[in-house]
Structures are given as structure tokens and as C-alpha cells.
């Protein structure tokens, strides 16, 4: 017997009464088939598997707190504003004011950057946060010079300054690679 699927597959092979058909992953048949043309590739109801080859599946973001660089720019904002409660550091107000106003410039410059709508000025933004993240990076070590925070803080600010710097400089440059000029532009 003859599959009623045949004429809609690329190799129609004839299926016996007890036997399976050859495909992985059946989908439930259509209710109005599209007919063929003369130029038309027939369709098919069992899709070809995605390849390695096809590009990943992204995420659509449309607001700054869907951005992953944002969120960890905030991370690090807490962890500072926590670190500068402590004695001694909660005293020396210059630096504390330094270190928590340039890890919130991080979060503000991506925030409006990207609320700006165009991705020129949005790789502006992001050069300034990232700039900015350098500029906690190295008050993170006065910290420790001054012995306001411990070896294992530092560390940890240095990971998480090191590895958002990266996020940011990645962004900055699919920004540049991209052919979209920004949501204003439409």
C-alpha cells in the first residue's frame, strides 16, 4: 500500500502494512496542502533537520534590562555599593563616591544608549561604559591598596569588570559589523 504522504515527499518509497515510515520526527498532516506548480519544489511534512551550519536562535531584546551586559553592570553595582558600607572604606568618601559613580555609569551609559535607538550612538554609549568599566577596575585596586577591601574582593571585581569589559567591546563590534541602523531608522 502507498502512503497517502507519498506524493508530498521528495523520495516517496512504498510503506507495507506493518512497517514504520523512515522519517524521525513525523508532523501532523496538514489540512489544505499547497498544490504543486510546474516550478514549485513539492512540499514536504517531514522537514529537513536543522544543520550545524544554520545560524543560533537569538533572542529579540527590546528593552535595556534584556541586555545581559545591563544586568551585569548592575551585579557589579551592588557588590560595590555593599563593599563600601564596611569601615574603612565607608570613610573615605572621595573614593567611595568614585568607584560607585563610575559603576553606575556602566549601567547608565548602556541604559541610554540603547533607549537612543540607533546603533551609532548606541556603540557611543557603549565605549563610555566601557570606559567607564575600566575606571572601577583600577579604583578596585586603590580599594585594595588602602586596605579597604580584601585580595579575594579585588579578584572578584576584577572578574566581573574584565569579563563585562569583553561583553561590551563584543557588542561594540556586532554593532559596527551590522547592516541594522536602530529602531528610529525604520
Known amino acids: 500500500m502507498v502512503s497517502r504522504f507519498a506524493s508530498l515527499t521528495r523520495n516517496p518509497k512504498p510503506e507495507t502494512r ?6 524521525q520526527n513525523p508532523k501532523p498532516e496538514t489540512q489544505n496542502p499547497k498544490p504543486e506548480t510546474r516550478n514549485s519544489k513539492p512540499e514536504t511534512l517531514y522537514p529537513k533537520p536543522e544543520t550545524q551550519t544554520s545560524k543560533p536562535e537569538t533572542m529579540k531584546v527590546t528593552r535595556f534590562e534584556d541586555l545581559e551586559i ?15 558600607l564596611k569601615d574603612p572604606f565607608c570613610h573615605d568618601f572621595k573614593l567611595k563616591d568614585q568607584i560607585k559613580g563610575s559603576s553606575g555609569s556602566v549601567m547608565d551609559n548602556i541604559a541610554e544608549g540603547f533607549d537612543r535607538g ?3 550612538e548606541f556603540g557611543q554609549f557603549l565605549s563610555m561604559a566601557k570606559g567607564s568599566t575600566g575606571e572601577a577596575r583600577s ?8 586596605e579597604y577591601i580584601s585580595e579575594e574582593q579585588l579578584n572578584d571585581l576584577l572578574e566581573r569588570t574584565d569579563t563585562l569589559s569583553r561583553k561590551i567591546y563584543n557588542l561594540m563590534e556586532s554593532l559596527k559589523n551590522s547592516e541594522i541602523k536602530g529602531i528610529k531608522y525604520k
Do not use: H, M
Open 18 to 23: 506493518n512497517s514504520k515510515p523512515e522519517t
Open 70 to 84: 545591563w544586568q551585569l553592570a548592575r551585579e557589579l553595582c551592588k557588590v560595590i555599593f555593599k563593599l563600601t
Open 118 to 120: 540607533g546603533n551609532k
Open 139 to 146: 579604583q578596585s585596586y586603590r580599594a585594595y591598596d588602602y
